[in-house]
């Protein structure tokens, strides 16, 4: 875990009191360490180690957890196979309510994770609000979103919100190095280029997926006005491309560059289209090359 230590120290200090509330809304910017705490958090209700990822418990033991699990756009398709879109429907509301009115196993709280929920339909979004009023006494419901504004009012009411900021370039770098054993020059820069989250430090270092989307986002702003259209066809062949993550490449390569009025035009207008491509399934190729003109 990188930054956010006091969240972390009060959210262990409810859990050591059994004091967690039955919901939370963590929220903030994209990949600043929102989903890695709430996975952190079900790790302590069950094994007693704030880890983030699955692993070794102090113990030595290996950490399978029982009474965790984390629905997102990933775990919707690993069920449905033929599902396409980018949202999260009805069917997910029904995974929280088989996983979190079961008794837990081995920990206090059957912990379920809802990521990216802005991409909740309204009709899952409703269904869920019934689960916020009447939640069964052992659940734990953390609903991780870059997005706030797109939760229903009503399910914001009933939830605790818990804000992840930007993470200091300074622990960035500190952590790249002592993990990662990134020379201190290197991390230095590549704590820069994360403009403050560690997910996007580690994504450059380790991702090659992200590392091409970088690439291709650079390519298409420097694309000339007369090959855009061709370039964004090319594009978008690949049957796993993704437009939002496609944007969040554009966005991240804009801010690494020289601030400019037309610049700024640009990334407003892009970060429209991203609010388009999470809430509805926009065509790629024509918002594209909109974008372009």
Same mark, same amino acid.
């Given at each position: ?125 409703? &269904? /869920? ?6 939640? *069964? =006494? ?5 609903? %991780?979103?870059?997005? @706030? $504004? ?64 970088? &690439? /291709? ?6 694309? *000339? =006005? ?5 370039? %964004?066809?090319?594009? @978008? $062949? ?56």
């Amino acid at each position: 875990m990188i930054g956010h230590d006091t969240i972390i120290d009060d959210l262990k200090s409810l859990a050591d009191r059994d004091a967690l509330g039955h919901g939370y809304i963590f929220y903030g910017p994209s990949m600043v360490g929102k989903r890695t705490a709430a996975v952190a958090l079900g790790h302590f209700l069950e094994t007693g180690t704030f880890a983030p990822e699955f692993g070794m418990r102090e113990d030595g033991r290996e950490a399978v957890l029982q009474d965790m699990t984390i629905i997102d756009i990933a775990f919707m398709r690993s069920r449905d196979p033929d599902a396409s879109g980018n949202s999260i429907g009805i069917d997910a509301v029904r995974e929280v309510k088989n996983f979190l009115w079961q008794r837990p196993a081995a920990s206090r709280r059957r912990t379920l994770i809802i990521d990216d929920a802005e991409l909740l339909t309204a009709e899952a979004q409703n &269904a /869920l609000l019934k689960v916020t009023e009447e939640p *069964p =006494a052992s659940s734990l419901l953390i609903l %991780v979103t870059s997005d @706030i $504004e797109s939760i229903l009012p009503t399910i914001v009411s009933r939830l605790p919100t818990i804000y992840f900021g930007a993470v200091p370039q300074r622990s960035i770098a500190e952590w790249l190095a002592g993990e990662y054993g990134v020379p201190s020059p290197n991390a230095a820069a590549l704590a820069e280029r994360a403009v403050g989250k560690p997910g996007i430090a580690w994504r450059l270092l380790r991702d090659d997926a992200f590392q091409r989307n970088i &690439a /291709l986002a650079r390519q298409f702003l420097a694309a *000339p =006005a007369a090959g855009r259209r061709d370039f %964004v066809k090319k594009l @978008i $062949e690949p049957d796993d491309f993704s437009l939002r993550r496609f944007l969040d490449a554009v966005i991240l390569a804009l801010a690494w560059e020289k601030p400019s009025k037309a610049k700024s035009q640009f990334w407003h207008k892009t970060l429209q289209l991203y609010g388009t491509a999470t809430n509805f399934s926009p065509n790629p190729r024509l918002q594209l090359e909109a974008l372009m003109k």
